[in-house]
């Protein structure tokens, strides 16, 4: 009796692996088969250069921000925010960023820029 109650529960076991693995596989296959949305390419049509925080400066911080900005369908920069990067640098990036302007779209899209400060 003890015997037949493992191997029913082997055979559980071994099912739900299978519908596990099975289940994988279609996610995998969807993931490759479905595009994923990336940041939309738009021309810049206007760029204001980033002010180097003077503490920055001082501090000799360099580096790359990655700002997201959300542009309109005229080209407006509407909302900025911080992606990646140093917090110190990150204000001027945003700043520059939001003062941009861009070719325009068929609607509001999100575009991702990078702004590399270094002392030179």
């Known amino acids: ?10 055979r559980a076991w071994r099912h739900t ?12 296959a969807m993931a490759m088969v479905l595009p994923v949305r990336a940041a939309d390419e738009r ?7 980033p002010v180097y925080p003077e503490i920055a400066k001082r501090m000799r ?24 990067g140093n917090h110190a640098l990150s204000t001027a990036a945003e700043d520059a960023v939001s003062k941009w302007k861009f070719a325009a779209g068929a609607g509001t ?8 400060f270094n002392l030179q």
Do not use: C, P, Y
């Open 61 to 84: 911080i360099t580096g790359l921000v990655r700002v997201e900005a959300r542009v309109d369908a005229d080209g407006k920069v509407i909302s900025v925010k911080t992606l990646s």
């Open 109 to 116: 899209s999100t575009v991702d820029v990078d702004i590399n």
């Open 1 to 10: 009796m003890l015997r037949n109650r493992f191997a029913h529960t082997r």
């Open 17 to 28: 692996g299978t519908v596990l693995f099975q289940a994988a596989a279609i996610a995998l």
């Open 43 to 49: 021309a810049v049509k206007a760029r204001v250069a």
